[in-house]
């Protein structure tokens, strides 16, 4: 039996870098997986190239900073599979510039992805997993770790 059998699985981000890996390899491990991201062309190209999968694999174009497009992808989701297990909260961005450079919006862009948008996916997703004692995983690139060390000098 694989690790994640009849696991489901939502992935912010899912469509390119860390979060496509890792859809691949909770795909392998047998979860279902809900790819939610708003890159519509990365992710159906890779779902495209990963057929075996399809029974398995969802993609919902979401913006995380967006409750309603969650709601909405967390309603797919379940509808898709029926339940919730995992949520990886993968879905970031980065504007880089510094501070004296980088405008408000480009600022807000990012907080409303990297903070908000985990908010809104562990807030609406965490009654369908409390029940059963689950975890969220939050994860960040090293643009995360790079402004920590910036700010805490």
């Known amino acids: 039996m694989k690790l994640l059998e009849g696991k489901t699985a939502v992935i912010t981000g899912g469509a390119a870098g860390i979060g496509k890996a890792a859809s691949i390899k ?17 992710a159906k190209a890779w779902m495209e190239n990963h057929p075996a999968y399809n029974s398995s694999l969802i993609f919902c174009k979401v913006d995380t900073s967006n409750a309603e497009m969650v709601e909405n992808a967390k309603n797919e989701t379940m509808s898709k599979f029926g339940n919730i297990e995992i949520l990886l909260n993968n879905a970031g961005i980065t504007r880089d510039s510094t501070l004296l450079k980088m405008s408000f919006e480009q600022w807000q862009q990012v907080i409303n992805v990297n903070l908000t948008g985990v908010y809104n996916c562990a807030r609406i997703i965490a009654p369908i997993m409390a029940e059963k004692r689950l975890r969220t995983h939050n994860i ?4 995360g ?3 920590w060390k910036f700010w805490s000098n």
């Open 26 to 42: 909770f795909l392998e491990e047998g979860a279902n997986v809900a790819v939610w991201d708003f890159d519509e062309t990365k």
């Open 140 to 143: 960040c690139c090293i643009s």
């Open 145 to 147: 770790r790079t402004l």
